[in-house]
């Protein structure tokens, strides 16, 4: 990556959600590679929303995102190429855990990103179980993700989408 390249982009973002209110307007801030930025605010003033364009989950009304130096949209995000590299550089952890956790074990749950990035069997054996020992969480292996606390269930995602920027 070229460290003069912002990782993200925005040049006069706008959002608004269906009902018609803007969220976001006229957004323009670049994202350095190696800068960490802090997103503060008070409720409902866009923090999410933010974050949810910045992984294209959503998209906006008007104005560009960039990731990487590449245009970030709908359309390139159905390039199977652009997409893979993307999501395997930018993932999203909610704020809430259930949200994110759907999986039958916390096996399966971690193995989803790694699954989801084509490695193979053995390839995503070994993520898995790297994992669980890094997070110290290998006994809880087998369990089913809704029983864990809420602790225990943050931190699921939270390797899965550390895991699928390393990647």
Avoid: C
């Avoid at 990556?1 to 006069?12: E, R, S």
């Avoid at 409720?43 to 960039?66: A, E, H, M, Q, Y």
Wanted: charged letters at 20%; aromatic letters at 10%; hydrophobic letters at 40%.
């Amino acid at each position: 990556m070229n460290l003069a390249t912002p990782v993200f982009d925005l040049k006069h973002v706008n959002y608004a959600y269906v009902n018609g209110n803007p969220v976001l307007t006229d957004v323009s801030l670049d994202f350095l590679y190696g800068e960490r930025t802090v997103i503060l605010g008070a409720n409902g003033t866009g923090k999410s929303t933010l974050l949810s364009l910045l992984d294209g989950l959503i998209f906006p009304v008007s104005g560009i995102i960039r990731a990487f130096g590449n245009r970030l949209s709908e359309e390139t995000l159905e390039n199977r190429d652009y997409s893979m590299e993307f999501r395997k550089r930018v993932a999203f952890v909610f704020s809430n855990p259930d949200v994110q956790l759907f999986s039958s074990t916390v096996w399966d749950e971690i193995a989803f990103g790694p699954l989801q990035l084509h490695h193979t069997v053995n390839e995503i054996r070994g993520i898995v179980e790297y994992q669980l020992e890094s997070l110290r969480i290998a006994d809880l292996r087998d369990r089913a993700p809704y029983t864990l606390s809420d602790g225990q269930k943050k931190r699921s995602p939270l390797h899965r989408a550390w895991q699928l920027i390393r990647m």
